[in-house]
Each structure stands twice: as structure tokens, then as C-alpha cells.
């Protein structure tokens, strides 16, 4: 069995994560391809359109998340983050890992992110 130190190790190499969450009207699990910033134990999660974002509306009704990094899952709690100087530091974070003109060309409202703590 994946332990959280096999997370962490995936996450520090991987892109991309899987995140699952419940859909808050089906119940049905939902699945999309994520980017992310690992921070420590935090994994930070910047929905492209801010607070319109499905998965995030989804997170607000339930915030048991899975994540998916190279086979390796993790469950984990998600805590919206809504004040906007900890936003601001969440979109520079993924514009350090990705480049301020990737985070640019696909992410359209910063009003909302997540964070997850690794236990």
C-alpha cells in the first residue's frame, strides 16, 4: 500500500495530478487532470475559472479530495482559500512552476484556490 511518503515523492517529480472529488448533485465521483504546487506538506490547487470552477463548487460541498500522482493515491481534506493576499500567493507559486504565460493562457479568474494538507 502507497504511503504518504511515496505521495510526496510522486508529487515532487509529477506535472499533473489526478483530482477526484463528489459531484455535489450526482454523488458520482468526478475525475479531472489538475496542476498543482507542493509546498512542504501543503499541496496548493488553483481552480482555472476561480470560484465558477465545477470541481471547486464541488470541494465546497464536500471537501474529501483524492489525488492521483503516478499511481500513487492520496485522500486528503480540502480547505478553500478565499482571502486574497494567500490567493495572490498561490498564483505566484504555480506561475514559478509553470511560467507566468502558461498560468496566463489557461487560468481565467483568480478568486479562489485549495489547499491540502499531507498527513
Known amino acids: 500500500m502507497p504511503t504518504l511518503k511515496n505521495l510526496k515523492e ?36 488553483l481552480p482555472v475559472r476561480g470560484s465558477d470552477t465545477q470541481w471547486y463548487k464541488n470541494v465546497l460541498e464536500d471537501p474529501s479530495i483524492r489525488i492521483t500522482a503516478g499511481g500513487t493515491n492520496g485522500e486528503l481534506r480540502a480547505v478553500p482559500i478565499t482571502d486574497p493576499k494567500q490567493i495572490a500567493s498561490v498564483v505566484d507559486m504555480f506561475r514559478n512552476k ?15 484556490a485549495v489547499v491540502a494538507l499531507i498527513r
Open 10 to 45: 510522486r508529487l515532487a517529480r509529477d506535472r499533473e495530478i489526478k483530482l477526484s472529488v463528489t459531484g455535489r448533485s450526482s454523488g458520482r465521483t468526478i475525475s479531472r487532470q489538475v496542476w498543482f504546487v507542493l509546498d512542504g506538506n501543503k499541496v496548493y490547487l
Open 98 to 112: 509553470y511560467g507566468a504565460g502558461e498560468v496566463k493562457k489557461y487560468y481565467s479568474k483568480f478568486d479562489a
